[in-house]
């Protein structure tokens, strides 16, 4: 398969390659390299025409599906330098993986999970230079895939595109890790049962803006989720899955289907078990974690997701109550994960999990 899609790939290079902006000067998601992967999908002949093309806009009839009825969908993952030179990316199959949990749940065709990793190498080995490597930052890959059939009746595509765009983003933390305080909604709900909380789809995002902009006109970083049922039970917090320690036990909830399934999450339960740690996967009502932290019992609360990796929680507002966590401090399993995390990532501690691989040296 492999071969195969190497041997696919049409390559249409720019006439004239753009400066990387310097590692210190980098944020996040709005500069993109020189190229791009697209493929597309017709039902009757499946996937076709892989290419890398030049960085720019795309052709979209206003009558394409995805522009009425949101079918469309994205994954998110980096690419990490290593101090000798080397590309990394951690764990694309799971993103592969979960790239097909959401495209069955919106009706849309899957993609060979290893023709979506080989694509990723690919085209991250074709604009190797802008890989950033300063502490911190690294290569942010955004595979999108969206409906292209111009109907606007409510129906399945017939047509797609699936296209990979790489931005090299800079550290989350220029100046060292500080816990965020984080809004708990009261009124919308980020995900319900049954609905497509557990697929990374547009629509997901853009009902939460809203809230998130009532918190931070509040001069809170995020927002908290809370189940959609009962209000009551912890969910997510911003686009990042939740964990808080009480005590010596780790707790964060369960994939129920209306919380995405984070491949840091994921990285975060398998270091917790290996160091011994007593990780619970439960419904946390929120009410119990007010309990804990009034009676000084809750010690670190921190958000998960690639973008951040771990992003600590010094502050959750809930209504009247104003819950302080860790004194406004980074807790030391905080530091310990996030470590752990970006020293796997970036090549600097033992992989024995082995979840980086690195990107071959395929079209230089
Ligand atoms: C992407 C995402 C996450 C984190 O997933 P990772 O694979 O760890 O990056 C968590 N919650 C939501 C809502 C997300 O969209």
């Not at 990979?164 to 800079?170: A, E, F, M």
């Not at 995900?191 to 789809?201: Q, S």
């Not at 966590?325 to 310990?336: D, H, V």
Request: hydrophobic share 40%.
């Amino acid at each position: 398969m492999e071969g195969l899609m190497r041997a696919r790939v049409q390559v249409q290079e720019v006439e004239q390659r753009r400066e990387r902006p310097r590692d210190e000067d980098l944020g996040f998601g709005k500069v993109f390299t020189d190229h791009m992967f697209l493929m597309d999908y017709v039902v009757g002949r499946g996937w076709y025409d892989p290419r890398i093309v030049p960085y720019g806009p795309l052709a979209l009839p206003p009558g394409a599906a995805v522009l009425h009825y949101a079918q469309t969908i994205f994954e998110g993952l980096k690419a990490y330098a290593t101090d000798d030179g080397r590309v990394l990316l951690f764990r694309p199959r799971e993103n592969a993986r979960r790239l097909n949990v959401s495209a069955r749940r919106l009706c849309m065709p899957q993609l060979d999970g290893e023709d979506f990793v080989e694509a990723i190498r690919i085209l991250v080995d074709f604009e190797r230079r802008w890989v950033p490597s300063a502490e911190g930052t690294s290569l942010y890959i955004r595979p999108l895939y969206f409906a292209t059939e111009e109907n606007l009746s409510l129906k399945p595509s017939a047509t797609y595109t699936f296209a990979i765009i790489l931005s090299p983003v800079g550290s989350y933390y220029p100046r060292g890790m500080s816990p965020t305080r984080i809004f708990v909604e009261p009124e919308h709900i980020r995900a319900a049962p049954g609905g497509v909380g557990a697929a990374k789809t547009g629509g997901n995002y853009a009902r939460c803006l809203q809230a998130e902009a009532r918190a931070s006109e509040l001069g809170y970083d995020q927002v908290l989720w809370l189940d959609g049922r009962e209000k009551r039970y912890v969910e997510e917090v911003g686009a990042m899955n939740v964990f808080f320690r009480i005590g010596d036990t780790v707790v964060t909830p369960p994939l129920t289907g209306t919380i995405l399934p984070g491949v840091t999450r994921d990285s975060v339960l398998h270091l917790l078990e290996e160091w011994g740690v007593d990780a619970q996967v439960r419904r946390i009502p929120l009410a119990e974690i007010a309990d804990a932290c009034e009676a000084g019992g809750l010690q670190e609360a921190f958000g998960v997701g690639t973008a951040a990796v771990i992003s600590p929680i010094g502050e959750l507002r809930w209504g009247d109550m104003q819950l302080k966590i860790s004194a406004g401090r980074t807790g030391p399993l905080t530091t310990r994960l996030y470590e752990t995390l970006v020293g796997i990532q970036r090549g600097n501690l033992e992989d024995r999990f082995g979840w980086t691989e690195e990107v071959p040296r395929i079209l230089a």
